[in-house]
């Protein structure tokens, strides 16, 4: 059988996949995991809940409130905020831990469940595989006193909110708010962003457009936010506006646009921080992560300005795992997951885009020579399917393939295979100074692929 959770929660199909039966056993199971430290302790469990405004999140998360009460947890109940605000609340009140119902950038039919440990920090696996083995048991079933109360945590906005602001200088030296003088264009991707982040960025200073901020529980991510930015371009460009911040669904993302209404990705917007918190000695240990999957015009970016960058598997989960396990500061991923970890416990969009917005006012420079410490490669990505991707990092053949390709590149190239996780695939990935010899290189390659691990 199919592991359940995957690499973030359990995900898929609300009242299919994901029903109210099974929202309610994860939440009986993991009372009995995640609060053992409390019972071992006679102290009463504590769970922090929250949700984004997809439709089915409201009867998701009554389930998940009437398992985890059943089971003797009592539960502060969030509402609708962002991933990232569940995260921070876990670890402000000391709760046991976290339970966030969102399906983040997917589409509005889907939903997920994720679980924060103590301190907000995001499950290990083994404490997932522990939960779900804890399905096939039989649930804590305390009765009387012993059952959990359910109740409204009515300031949990707020104490997000002054733990946003509180991470950004309050006024420049002449007594100006931080952001003053800066035009933001907010899309809040018409999800759990889209009350507390325009209302922060305004609290900083900032004048505030705001798009995608009219969730109805359906359009959740419906062309807008962080995976449409279209419409957020027009907005900037036509306002006259200085910076554009998309978020996603559940607000764990950032990804801007300049002035100029041009994108402005993760690896730009990890570069522009990483430099700045250099800069100011912030930068623990002179070091940024990433995944293998950044752009190489991030690699050379950092080598330019003296900073090490450290490299994962792709997947903000190993971003935050080498972040916690060297003590580091920054890292993230090209997609707008930025963990700074100063001040969060995982990716978060509206600090990101504060952090953004406050270089921009510290140096009076606009987000589009901010990102010129960076040039962005042409990158070409290409699945190469039913192919014997177990073989792709043995065969000889292959090796050499990609050796002499990256030898053909030089420093302005780079070639990067990887074999998928879950399907007969291996992905070709190649980046070069020209888009067209990237895509040369990497049609090259993925035929090689093919005639080499061909099923």
Known sequence: MARLFGTDGVRGLANQLLTVELATALAQAAAVVLARESREHNRRPVAV???????SGEFLSHAVAAGLASSGVDVFDAGVIPTPAAAFLTAD???????MISASHNPAPDNGIKFFARGGLKLADELEDQIEAQLDREPAR???????????????????????????????????????GLHVVIDAANGAAAGVSPQVFKDAGAEVTVIGNEPDGLNINDQVGSTHLERLQEVVVGLGADLGIAHD?????????????????????????????KERGQLAESTLVATVMSNLGLRLAMQEHGIRLVETKVGDRYVLAELNKS??????????????????????????????ATVMAQTGKPLSELKQAMK???????????????????????????????????????????????????????????????????????EVVRGRLSL
């Open 142 to 180: 305390p009765v009387a006193g012993d059952v959990g109360h359910i109740e409204r945590f009515a300031d949990a906005e707020d104490r997000y909110a002054l733990h946003l602001l509180s991470s950004i200088p309050v006024v420049h030296e002449d007594g100006r708010p931080a952001l003053d």
């Open 49 to 55: 809940l929250a949700r984004d405004p997809r439709i």
């Open 249 to 277: 669904g559940d607000a764990d993302r950032c990804l801007a646009v300049d002035a100029n209404g041009e994108v402005v990705d993760g690896d730009q917007i990890l570069a522009i921080l990483a430099i700045s918190l």
């Open 93 to 99: 009140t000391g709760a046991d831990f976290g339970v």
């Open 327 to 356: 003590r580091l500061t920054l890292g993230g991923e090209q997609s707008g997951h930025v963990i700074l970890t100063t001040y969060a416990t995982t990716g978060d969009g509206l600090l990101t885009g504060l952090m953004l």
């Open 376 to 446: 962005v490669y042409p990158q070409v990505l290409i699945n190469v399917r039913d192919v014997r991707k177990d073989d792709c990092d043995t065969d000889e053949g292959l090796q050499e393939a990609v050796v002499a390709m990256a030898a053909e590149l030089g420093e302005t190239g780079r070639v990067l295979l990887r074999p998928s996780g879950t399907e007969p695939v291996v992905r070709v990935m190649v980046e070069a100074e020209t888009f067209e010899r990237a895509q040369d290189c990497a049609n090259r390659l993925a």
